[in-house]
C-alpha cells in the first residue's frame, strides 16, 4: 500500500504554492507539519483530486488520482468542513453515505458502527447545531470512513478544539492509522508529536525535512540551549534568538532558545523536541510560551 507523489507542482500566476514535491506514503499515521501559508492544503486539496495540479501527478498503488477507483480509497476531512446544522448526527451520515453510492442498509449499518467509533452513540439523535467543536471533528471523521478509504487525509482537524477533545481525537487517529495511510496536516506540534511514524516539514511549498521523529530532529541536535541570565541579558537575547521559553526566576529570567552557537556563556546544551525544530524553521513567528515562578 503507497501513495506516491510525482514532481507535483501547483502555480497560481507569479505564486508556487506547491513546488515540485515528490514523495512515497506508505501505511501509518504521517505528521504535514509547517506554519499557515506553507502550502499544506494546497497539497492536500490536490492529493485529494479538489485541486488539478499544474504538474506532476499522484497515484495510489499505480490508480491515478483523477479516476473513480482513487476516489473510492480515500477519506478526506478538510479544513473547513460544511455541516447541515438541523440535521442529526444519523441524517448527516446517511445523508452522506447517499451522496458515496451506498445502499441504504449499507448506511444504516456503517452509520450505527462509525458514530459507536467515535463515541457519539449518546447524540447519535441530537442535532448537530447542539455539538461542541470536538463532537462536529469526531463526526468529520466519521463521515471519512463510511467507505473505509485506505487514505485518510485530514487538514487541521484539531483547530479550535480543548485540550481534552484533541487528546481524544489523536488517540482516535492513531488507532486509524494501524491499517491504512493517514496524513495528519497541522501547525500544532503537539498534534503529530506522540502520534506520527513519519513527520514531513513544509516550507514555502517544498517539504524540506522527511523522516520519524528522531532523524528529523537530528539536524537541530547541539542547537537547542537552556541558560538563566539577569533581565538585561534576557532582553537581548528574546530580541536575537528564536525563545520557545521564557520564565521569571525571582530576580533572574529562563530561556529555552533556539541558536546555531551558544548564545552566552551560561547556556548549556539541551535534549532537542519537535517544538524546537518547528521555531527552528519557522523562527519568522516567534514562539513565546510565558511562565512565572518565584514571585
Do not use: W
Not at 449518546?122 to 463510511?146: H, N, P, V, Y
Not at 537581548?236 to 556563556?265: H, W
Not at 523536541?273 to 521555531?279: C, F, S
Request: glycine share 8%.
Amino acid at each position: 500500500m503507497e501513495l506516491v507523489i510525482d514532481r507535483l507542482t501547483k502555480q497560481y500566476k507569479n505564486k508556487i504554492a506547491v513546488d515540485r514535491v515528490s514523495l512515497t506514503i506508505k501505511q501509518g499515521v504521517h505528521g504535514l507539519l509547517g506554519a499557515n501559508g506553507a502550502g499544506k492544503t494546497t497539497l492536500m486539496r490536490m492529493l485529494c483530486g479538489v485541486l488539478k495540479p499544474t504538474g506532476g501527478e499522484v497515484k495510489f498503488n499505480g490508480i491515478d488520482v483523477s479516476t473513480e477507483d482513487y476516489r473510492d480509497s480515500l477519506g478526506y476531512l478538510p479544513q473547513d468542513f460544511g455541516y447541515y446544522p438541523e440535521f442529526t448526527a444519523t441524517e448527516f451520515m446517511h445523508y452522506m453515505a447517499s451522496l458515496k453510492g451506498m445502499t441504504k442498509q449499507r448506511a444504516k449499518e456503517k452509520t450505527a458502527e462509525l458514530i459507536e467509533l467515535v463515541s457519539l452513540a449518546d447524540a447519535a439523535k441530537k442535532k448537530i447545531k447542539t455539538f461542541s467543536g470536538g463532537m462536529k471533528q469526531r463526526l468529520g471523521i466519521a463521515q471519512s470512513l463510511l467507505n473505509n478509504p485506505k487514505i485518510l487525509i485530514l487538514d487541521e482537524p484539531t483547530a479550535g478544539l480543548d485540550p481534552k477533545e484533541r487528546i481524544r481525537f489523536r488517540n482516535q487517529i492513531s488507532q486509524l492509522g494501524k491499517d491504512r495511510i493517514v496524513l495528519l496536516s497541522t501547525h500544532i506540534v503537539s498534534d503529530i508529536e506522540s502520534i506520527a511514524r513519519v513527520v514531513l516539514v513544509m516550507k514555502d511549498g517544498q517539504i524540506i525535512q522527511n523522516g520519524t521523529p528522531n532523524e528529523i530532529l537530528a539536524a537541530i541536535q547541539g542547537k537547542v540551549f537552556e541558560c538563566v541570565v539577569d533581565n538585561v541579558a534576557a532582553a537581548r537575547l528574546s530580541n536575537d534568538y528564536p525563545v520557545i521559553n521564557i520564565r521569571q526566576e525571582g530576580d533572574k529570567t529562563f530561556l529555552r532558545l533556539v541558536a546555531d552557537m551558544p548564545p552566552c556563556e551560561e547556556a548549556a546544551p539541551v535534549q532537542a523536541a519537535l517544538e524546537d525544530l518547528y521555531l527552528y524553521h519557522f523562527s519568522g513567528a516567534k514562539i513565546h510560551s510565558i511562565e512565572r515562578s518565584g514571585m
